[in-house]
């Protein structure tokens, strides 16, 4: 049976293997650029002395600029195999009436199911664990030179997410596909409802995963308590009283109406940032520190591995009883 | 004869399915001989495919009880190793070639003749290393009735193989067909088959025991040499159905102004003078049984039911 599944979605294995070892070639190259990049600009040595790389960073942005387009594909990346491996395993089998051929040999649905699923199940694993890795690779200057790795959209794409994303998109597609029968229909389905649980995770679950930290910091000097590699949740500039007065880092100058002194022309920011001192104006910052990376990426790979086997089995129950 | 002799092909009772409010099949109740070649008979959308499906596992029933040598059709694996299925169009997947439709046979089936296949494709002229999808649709037909036999199974079903076939491929089925019934016999372990048609000249050349479907419902069954020896076509003046004897059971009878011509069931013969008798022949047969209501009004008319032989 081992030969059966593979047999049937060679083909499809063949061309996201194709895929990978074209990604791998181009990232190949480009990620020897960057590296090369990242240490000529001296960027590397600043980070470790923790000075002010603000222009080495810029600079180094600037050559990339174009490649900001491609992180919104990488993230798709896992979605794809439930569309294209998951969606159309049983959609296709019903839609093209094979289903009367294979369901009606010698094994059980289960059975059929079981080593579809581990074949292509275990395609998904090693392909997406190799993307994860040359990802992680790729984008280690990027992620240097000030994207920090825990921002969402980075995050994604590193450490060992993206394995339980693509195996979670892949069970996913097969139960979708299980269900609707269309495999172009599914394919849709299954792509919108990955995003849909990824952005949810992403954006409603992730910050909670545990209880994040508030700092705070006077004006004047950045957000000194919180480290580059922090995930910043929110910024809010606070008053004395508690009242807030921006957000984002920035502050509503309306607040310095009547209480502040007019700038002086010779360094307003300083006189400004002296007024807002006095008035007791403070950063607040709501963080998850960096040190809890490994355990985020942890938690988000357990909430998409329980998904997984969910998934995997609802549609073993499925395909005993109900279809066809 | 054995003393217990073997299970059905086919047992079912009060057999239906429904889909949502359509019923594809309703009230079955049909025992089918083992070891025979059984034709299912029946216009489209009369229950021939969901019988079958049902009997194979694919379906599974919405009421009654359905039984297949003797177990319930649960998808088992033993149960389907007993079970050749040949489906509605002879699915195949279209891009792989008909070896790795042989291989494919032998990775999913324990008992499996994969030279025999070969070899019984190879004499049709078949070319293994095509593609199915490239084949024409009488050689998919054969490639998918090689690898149902290629199982040796007990039970053949064919869910209407012949339909789409230009003559002379349909005449080549149905050699392929009875030949490998001949060579299991041979090796002693007797093929049954059900296979079903809406074409009765073909059935008639093979088979020699006939169920007709109407509606989703049973309308005739048994042997096909019974059949013919108890229906008579008689030609004579007006009459009418209940001026027939009790023994005489109108089937089906059309009038003219002066004359009746009636298919009646009866076990002696007619002796009345005035009626022109005559054998009938299995198109007339089944086209009187399927002329009748769903819901038999007239007392007199009655389907023929089971006819259960060993």
């Not at chain 1, 294209?84 to 294979?102: K, Y």
């Not at chain 1, 289960?110 to 292509?120: M, P």
């Not at chain 1, 209480?259 to 998850?288: E, K, M, W, Y």
């Not at chain 2, 009875?178 to 299991?184: E, K, R």
């Amino acid at each position: 049976m081992t030969w059966w599944a593979w047999r049937q979605h060679r083909s499809q294995m063949l061309a996201a293997a194709g895929v990978l070892a074209a990604l791998a070639i181009w990232m190949g190259v480009t990620g020897v650029s960057f590296a090369r990049e990242f240490r000529d600009l001296g960027i590397a040595s600043c980070l470790a002395a923790r000075g002010d790389c603000g222009q080495a960073i810029d600079q180094f942005e600037a050559l990339h600029r174009g490649l900001a387009f491609l992180v919104p594909l990488f993230l798709v990346a896992p979605g794809l195999i439930g569309v294209f491996w998951g969606a159309p395993l049983i959609a296709r089998e019903i839609e093209a009436g094979t289903h009367r051929l294979a369901w009606t040999q010698s094994v059980s649905r289960r059975r059929w199911l079981s080593w579809q699923l581990g074949v292509l199940g275990a395609g998904t694993v090693v392909l997406s664990a190799l993307f994860a890795w040359l990802v992680s690779w790729w984008s280690g200057p990027i992620v240097g030179a000030g994207l920090n790795r825990f921002t969402p959209g980075i995050f994604d794409l590193r450490g060992i997410v993206p394995v339980f994303y693509a195996a979670f998109a892949f069970a996913l597609g097969v139960a979708v596909g299980s269900v609707i029968r269309r495999t172009v229909a599914a394919m849709g389905v299954t792509l919108l409802g990955y995003a849909g649980v990824r952005a949810a995770v992403t954006f409603l679950a992730r910050p909670h995963f545990a209880t994040p930290l508030v700092v705070t910091s006077p004006i004047g000097q950045g957000n000194v308590r919180v480290d580059l590699a922090d995930w910043v949740l929110h910024t809010e500039a606070v008053d004395a009283l508690g009242h807030v007065v921006g957000r984002g880092g920035g502050i509503d100058l309306r607040v310095t109406v009547g209480r502040c002194p007019a700038p002086n022309f010779i360094d307003p920011r300083a006189s400004i940032q002296s007024c807002l001192q006095r008035l007791g104006i403070h950063l607040v910052s709501t963080i998850q520190p960096y040190n809890r990376y490994w355990s985020f990426q942890l938690i988000e790979s357990a909430i998409f591995a329980v998904l997984t086997v969910l998934l995997v089995a609802f549609t073993v129950r499925w395909v005993r009883r109900r279809i066809v | 004869m054995s003393a217990t002799s073997p299970a059905p092909a086919l047992v079912a009772e009060g057999l239906g399915k429904r889909y949502g409010r359509v019923w594809g099949l309703r009230d079955c109740s049909l025992t089918i001989p083992v070891g025979r070649v059984v034709g299912l008979v029946g216009a489209n959308g009369a229950g021939k495919t969901t019988l079958l499906n049902l009997a194979v596992g694919l379906l599974a029933p919405t009421t009654g009880s359905l039984r297949v040598l003797g177990e319930v059709p649960s998808g088992t694996a033993e149960q389907l190793a007993r079970i050749g299925f040949v489906g509605q169009a002879a699915p195949l997947y279209d891009t792989m070639t008909v070896a790795d439709h042989v291989r494919f046979g032998r990775s999913l089936n324990p008992r499996w003749n994969g030279n025999g296949a070969r070899r019984r494709l190879e004499g049709l002229g078949i070319d293994l290393a095509r593609k199915t999808g490239q084949l024409s649709g009488g050689q998919r037909a054969q490639v998918a009735l090689a690898l149902a036999v290629a199982k040796q199974p007990d039970l053949l079903l064919l869910d209407e193989p012949l339909a789409s076939l230009d003559p002379l491929a349909r005449r080549e089925f149905l050699q392929s067909l009875m030949g490998a019934a001949a060579d299991q016999a041979e090796a002693d372990r007797p093929l049954g088959i059900v296979l079903s048609s809406h074409l009765l000249a073909d059935l008639e050349r093979v088979c020699d025991h006939l169920v007709v479907l109407s509606g989703g419902e049973v309308r005739l069954a048994g042997d096909v040499d019974d059949l013919l020896g108890s229906h008579r076509i008689l030609v004579g003046p007006r009459a009418d159905a209940g001026s027939f004897p009790a023994n005489q059971v109108v089937i089906a009878e059309s009038h003219t102004d002066r004359q009746t011509t009636a298919v009646v069931r009866t076990e002696s013969p007619v002796l009345n003078p005035a009626w022109q008798v005559s054998d009938i022949g299995l198109e007339d047969l089944v086209l009187a049984y399927l002329g009748q209501p769903a819901e038999a009004a007239a007392p007199h008319r009655n389907p023929l039911r089971t006819v259960a032989t060993t």
